[in-house]
C-alpha cells in the first residue's frame, strides 16, 4: 500500500509545474558565481572575454528553482521510504513558497503522511500492548501451572484423606461390633 501511495505520489512529482506567462519578456540576469574568477591575462595577444556564466531566469524566477530543488529533495526522501525527512522538507517547501502550483498536491502528500505516522504510532502502541498482553498470558499460564501442580498435589491428599478415613469408619464398625458382642453374650 505504501509502495503505490508512493507511486502516486512519485507519478505527480514528475509533471512539470504549470508556468506562468509574463506580459514582457525580462533580460536574462547573469548568475553570480562563487567560484573566483582568474586573473586578467596581460598578453596583448589574447583579449579575454569578461566570464559569465551561463544566464539564468529572472531573480524572480530563482526562488522557483530553490523551490524546485527543495521539492526534489522532499521526493528523494519521499522515494528513499525517509518519510519524516521528506515531510519537514515539504513543509520546509510551504514555508517559502506556499502559493506555488504544486502545493495541493504537497498539502495532501503531508495529510497522506500525517495518516501514515498516526497509522505507525498506533501500530507501535498496538504491538507494545500485544507484547505486554504476551507477557501477562506467559505469567498467567505459569501461574495456572504451579497452580494446576498444587491442585494435583491436594488432590492426592484428599483422596489419601479419605482413604484413611473409610479405614477409620471400618475400624470404628469392627470395635463398635467387638464391643457389643460380650453384651450380648452376657445378657
Known amino acids: 500500500?505504501?509502495?503505490?501511495?508512493?507511486?502516486?505520489?512519485?507519478?505527480?512529482?514528475?509533471?512539470?509545474?504549470?508556468?506562468?506567462?509574463?506580459?514582457?519578456?525580462?533580460?536574462?540576469?547573469?548568475?553570480?558565481?562563487t567560484a573566483p574568477t582568474p586573473?586578467?591575462?596581460?598578453?596583448s595577444a589574447a583579449v579575454a572575454a569578461p566570464s559569465v556564466a551561463?544566464?539564468?531566469p529572472t531573480a524572480a524566477a530563482r526562488p522557483k528553482e530553490s523551490s524546485r530543488e527543495i521539492l526534489a529533495k522532499a521526493e528523494a526522501l519521499?522515494?528513499?521510504?525517509?518519510?519524516r525527512g521528506a515531510n519537514d522538507a515539504y513543509a520546509?517547501?510551504?514555508?517559502?513558497?506556499?502559493?506555488?502550483?504544486?502545493a495541493p498536491?504537497?498539502?495532501?502528500?503531508?495529510?497522506?503522511?500525517?495518516?501514515?505516522?498516526a497509522t505507525q504510532t498506533d501500530v507501535r502502541r498496538?504491538?507494545?500492548e500485544s507484547a505486554e498482553a504476551q507477557a501477562e498470558l506467559q505469567r498467567l499460564r505459569r501461574d495456572a501451572a504451579t497452580r494446576d501442580g498444587e491442585l494435583t498435589r491436594l488432590r492426592r491428599d484428599l483422596a489419601a484423606q479419605q482413604s484413611e478415613l473409610e479405614q477409620l469408619k471400618s475400624d470404628l464398625e469392627r470395635l463398635k461390633s467387638?464391643?457389643?458382642?460380650?453384651?450380648?453374650?452376657?445378657?
Open 92 to 102: 520546509a517547501f510551504l514555508a517559502v513558497h506556499p502559493d506555488d502550483g504544486a
Open 178 to 187: 467387638i464391643d457389643l458382642r460380650p453384651e450380648q453374650r452376657r445378657r
Open 78 to 83: 519521499l522515494v528513499a521510504e525517509d518519510y
Open 1 to 33: 500500500m505504501a509502495l503505490s501511495v508512493i507511486a502516486v505520489i512519485a507519478a505527480a512529482c514528475a509533471k512539470p509545474p504549470p508556468s506562468t506567462p509574463s506580459a514582457t519578456p525580462t533580460p536574462p540576469v547573469p548568475s553570480v558565481s
Open 39 to 43: 586573473a586578467p591575462s596581460t598578453s
Open 126 to 128: 498496538l504491538q507494545r
Open 105 to 117: 498536491r504537497i498539502h495532501a502528500t503531508r495529510t497522506v503522511l500525517d495518516r501514515l505516522f
Open 54 to 56: 551561463t544566464p539564468s
